[in-house]
Structure formats: C-alpha cells, structure tokens
C-alpha cells in the first residue's frame, strides 16, 4: 500500500492522544523548539518520532530512540516582523524528510522498536518522580537563596 502522510491541523489537547494511536509514526520537521512537548509525548506512546535534530529536541532523541532529521548548515534569519526577528531558526532538510518518511514507511519493524524504545526512555528519564528528584534540589536552594535575601533587606531596613 502506498504511504499517506497526514498534515494535522490544531488539535485540542483532550484529542490528541486518539490522533496519536492512529498514526503509524510522529514528524515535525519544525525550524526550532524550546523543548519539545509533542515530541516527548509522542514518544511516550511509543511513535516512532522524525522530529529536526535542533534545539530542545537534541536533549532527548537519538538515534536509538527517533529518527532525528538533519539541518542545513547555516541558520536561516526569522521574518524582519518577527518578535523574535534577532534569532535564528534551523532549516530541515526536505530531501532527508523524504529519505526518512520512506524509511520509516519500509521498515515498520524498525521503527516499532525506535517507538518502544522511546517510550522507555521517556519513562525513564522524564517520569514525574523523576524529574522531582531532579527539580527539588534547586526549588530548596532558589527558596533558601530568597529567604538569605529577604533577611538581609530586613536587616538593612534597620
């Protein structure tokens, strides 16, 4: 059967989760991420991920785990009317989006395994409890660094 590749629209939330277990694999050959959310939920339920080997993304797929798509290797400058117009953003290779498309298309296999492997490390790494293992250490050293503060405007109030 011929491969269909689906551009979703906006998507509410709630709904995203039955878009998900509808598809066969995840891409968002996107120009740059701050993290990465879709990503890692996507990876979570065991989608094999083609996601832009840029930003946010790089802190948590690999090969083992996702198909990272490669950039261009220079940056491209945001529109002049952009909030952000002094930032750069990467450009995806379409030509290595369609080699990976393809791939993923021929060896469900493969990516099935990339998608278990996946959602392993996502609970593994970024599992609530987890994460507050890591968080908490700096929330008790941001609380104590306020409180020194607090103290020593007090004092000076003096």
């Known amino acids: ?3 269909r590749v689906s551009a979703v629209p906006r998507v ?6 039955s878009v998900s277990a509808a598809a066969d694999a995840f891409g968002l ?9 879709p990503h890692v939920e996507a990876m979570s339920l065991g989608l094999p991920v ?3 080997n840029w930003s946010g993304p790089t802190a948590f797929m690999t090969r083992e785990n996702a198909y ?3 950039v261009q290797d220079e940056l491209v400058a ?3 009317d952009s909030h952000w117009k002094t930032h750069r953003w990467a450009q995806p290779s379409e030509d290595h989006l369609r080699s990976l498309l393809k791939h993923v298309h021929a060896s469900p296999e493969e ?7 996946a959602a392993a490390d996502v609970r593994r790494r970024f599992a609530p409890e987890t994460v507050a293992r890591e968080v908490t250490p700096h ?11 607090r103290a020593r405007g007090a004092e000076r109030e003096l």
């Open 1 to 3: 059967a011929a491969a």
């Open 12 to 17: 509410p939330a709630p709904e995203m989760p």
């Open 29 to 37: 050959p996107s120009r740059g991420e701050g993290w990465g959310r």
């Open 50 to 52: 083609i996601a832009t």
């Open 68 to 70: 990272p798509l490669a």
């Open 78 to 80: 945001l529109p002049e």
């Open 111 to 117: 990516a099935r395994r990339k998608g278990e492997r």
């Open 139 to 149: 929330v008790k050293r941001l609380a104590r660094e306020w409180r020194e503060e």
